[in-house]
């Protein structure tokens, strides 16, 4: 996936990850669930000198921790049962990117191994004597802000001013919602090709659920919303009714929320009153007038 959107939010953003693509410094992103840190991190990779080294992406959540020391660092053989002589991703990585996600998901142990390959640039497989020298960037990210994590003992103190050389801060898509025009066009042409469809857009209907509607599963949920549309639609323009229905509900307006209202206590008065108008508007206390035109509004 591209890093998708012409905001203010995403053009500065855009701008500060390409005078940073070229140092070999830790960055450090921040950015809610959905937000696409992994894409901006492919973004820095492509526009980076290291752009024909390895992208090495690692969910620290992703695997159980016990695991994990051994992914990253390698093993030796006889280091335990059935163990091998195999590289860790840091070696995998060597010379270029390793990612580190959801870093505040690893074991506060493990980040001292991290911040010592930070420090001097090597690494010690699990069994092993010797140490490897790695020339690998690092870049990490949490879902939770970095602070909080530091206070609440998920992100160890040095290890997060190590890694906060360069900090990026990922919007949520409620906060950069004139990305969503162009993120749609993007995802329509890519399920187009995944699916052979030809869908051709999204209506101006469509397009005003979407920037009302606040979208707490980020991109991700626009991308899922426009997988799951696309799915069922062959051609033509995305419309209202191709829509998932919680994002109608979500966005009806207090104006339509009064004539619902109104309705329902229209028609709930006429039937305490047998039907009969007069009597239903001094129950409404409203003129009679008034009351049978709003019968004739809403049909009732």
Same mark, same amino acid.
């Given at each position: 996936?591209?890093?998708?959107? #012409?905001? #203010?939010?995403?053009? #500065?953003?855009?701008? %500060?990850?390409? @005078?940073?693509?070229?140092?070999?410094?830790?960055?450090?992103?921040?950015?809610? =669930?959905? =937000?696409?840190?992994?894409?901006?991190?492919?973004?820095?990779?492509?526009?980076?000198?290291?752009?024909?080294?390895?992208?090495?992406?690692?969910?620290?959540?992703?695997?159980?921790?016990?695991?994990?020391?051994?992914?990253?660092?390698?093993?030796?053989?006889?280091?335990? =049962?059935?163990?091998?002589?195999?590289?860790?991703?840091?070696?995998?990585?060597?010379?270029?990117?390793?990612?580190?996600?959801?870093? +505040?998901?690893?074991?506060?142990?493990?980040?001292?191994?991290?911040?010592?390959?930070?420090?001097?640039?090597?690494?010690?497989?699990?069994?092993?004597?010797?140490?490897?020298?790695?020339?690998?960037?690092?870049?990490?990210?949490? *879902?939770?802000?970095?602070?909080?994590?530091?206070?609440?003992?998920?992100?160890?103190?040095?290890?997060?001013?190590?890694?906060?050389?360069?900090?990026?801060?990922?919007?949520?898509? @409620?906060?950069?919602?004139?990305?969503?025009?162009?993120?749609?066009?993007?995802?329509?042409?890519?399920? *187009?090709?995944?699916? @052979?469809?030809?869908?051709?857009?999204?209506?101006?209907?469509?397009?005003?659920?979407?920037?009302? %509607?606040?979208?707490?599963?980020?991109?991700?949920?626009? @991308? *899922?919303?426009?997988?799951?549309?696309? +799915?069922?639609?062959?051609?033509?323009?995305?419309?209202?009714?191709?829509?998932?229905?919680?994002?109608?509900? +979500?966005?009806?307006?207090?104006?339509?929320?009064?004539?619902?209202?109104?309705?329902?206590?229209?028609?709930?008065?006429?039937?305490? +009153?047998?039907?009969?108008?007069?009597?239903?508007?001094?129950?409404?206390?409203?003129?009679?007038?008034?009351?049978?035109?709003?019968?004739?509004?809403?049909?009732?």
């Amino acid at each position: 996936m591209e890093f998708v959107g #012409k905001s #203010k939010e995403t053009i #500065k953003i855009k701008e %500060y990850a390409e @005078k940073i693509a070229n140092s070999d410094s830790p960055i450090l992103i921040y950015g809610e =669930t959905g =937000t696409g840190k992994e894409v901006l991190v492919d973004y820095i990779h492509k526009v980076g000198n290291r752009r024909n080294r390895p992208l090495v992406v690692q969910n620290c959540a992703a695997v159980p921790a016990n695991l994990l020391e051994s992914i990253l660092f390698g093993t030796t053989k006889g280091a335990f =049962t059935e163990a091998t002589d195999k590289k860790g991703l840091f070696e995998v990585a060597d010379d270029g990117i390793i990612y580190l996600d959801e870093l +505040n998901s690893m074991p506060i142990e493990l980040q001292g191994k991290i911040l010592r390959v930070l420090e001097d640039g090597m690494v010690r497989r699990i069994g092993g004597l010797t140490e490897i020298k790695v020339d690998v960037r690092v870049i990490a990210s949490v *879902n939770t802000e970095p602070f909080e994590c530091v206070n609440k003992g998920f992100l160890r103190r040095d290890l997060f001013y190590r890694l906060n050389v360069f900090y990026l801060k990922l919007p949520e898509l @409620k906060d950069r919602k004139e990305d969503i025009k162009e993120l749609c066009e993007y995802f329509i042409k890519y399920y *187009n090709e995944k699916f @052979k469809k030809h869908v051709k857009g999204i209506s101006n209907e469509v397009v005003e659920i979407f920037y009302r %509607y606040d979208w707490p599963g980020n991109i991700r949920e626009l @991308k *899922n919303v426009l997988e799951s549309v696309m +799915n069922f639609k062959d051609g033509g323009v995305i419309t209202i009714e191709d829509v998932p229905e919680h994002l109608i509900v +979500n966005e009806k307006g207090l104006a339509e929320m009064i004539e619902e209202f109104e309705k329902s206590k229209i028609a709930e008065a006429l039937s305490l +009153n047998d039907y009969n108008i007069s009597n239903a508007a001094k129950y409404l206390k409203i003129p009679r007038q008034t009351l049978q035109y709003k019968i004739k509004k809403y049909g009732l």
